[in-house]
C-alpha cells in the first residue's frame, strides 16, 4: 500500500472549497487530549510552527475497518499518513515546526496506535467535536459515528498560514509540506 494513487472508483472532487474558510484564520481556544490524556492547547504564540494534520481513522490489527471504508474518499491510508508524518519527524524540527495530528478516535484508540506505531509527537483526540465545531472542519460519517476528512494545516503564532485541502496522495503530501515550511 503505497497511498500514492487514488483507487479507480472513488471521485475527484474538482472544486472542493470545504476549508476555503480556514486560510489566515486566528486558532479559536481549542484543548484537546493527546494519547496520555493530557491536554494540549492548540491556540498559542509558540516560535514554532505546527503542522496540524486531520485524519480520518487508523486501522487496528485486530479490528475490522467500517463496511466500505476503502471506497471513501481520502479514508484509507491513515495509518501509512501517520508513519509517514512520524518518518520525518526530525525534517519538521529542523524547519522549526512541530506535527501534530488529529482524529475523532477515543484516547485509547489512540494510545494503542502510538504505542504500536512509536509515535513520538502528540495525536489529539476530537472524539468530543470541539475542533470539528470550532473551525467547521469537513467530515463524513458512518454508523453514526464522525470522521474528519484529512487536511492539514499550517499555523504561525496562533494564525493558519497554510491549508492542504483536498489531498490526494499520502506520500506526495509530506514532501508538499515540506516543500512549503521550506519555502516561508
Known sequence: MDGTKLQKDQPIPSNDIACEHLQYMLLPKISLPNQQGNLLQLNRS???????????????????????WDQIPGAKGCTLENCIFRDNYENFIELNALPIGISTQSIEEIKEMTDRLRIQYDILSDSNHDCINKLSLPTFSINNRIFIK?????????????????????????NEVLKWLKEN
Do not use: A
Request: glycine letters at 2%.
Open 46 to 68: 509558540d516560535t514554532f510552527r505546527l503542522v496540524i494534520y486531520f485524519y480520518s481513522l487508523t486501522g487496528h490489527p485486530e479490528k475490522k475497518l467500517p463496511e466500505n
Open 150 to 174: 484529512r487536511l492539514t494545516i499550517i499555523v504561525e503564532k496562533n494564525r493558519i498560514k497554510k491549508v492542504f485541502f483536498p489531498i490526494f496522495s499520502i506520500n506526495k503530501h509530506v
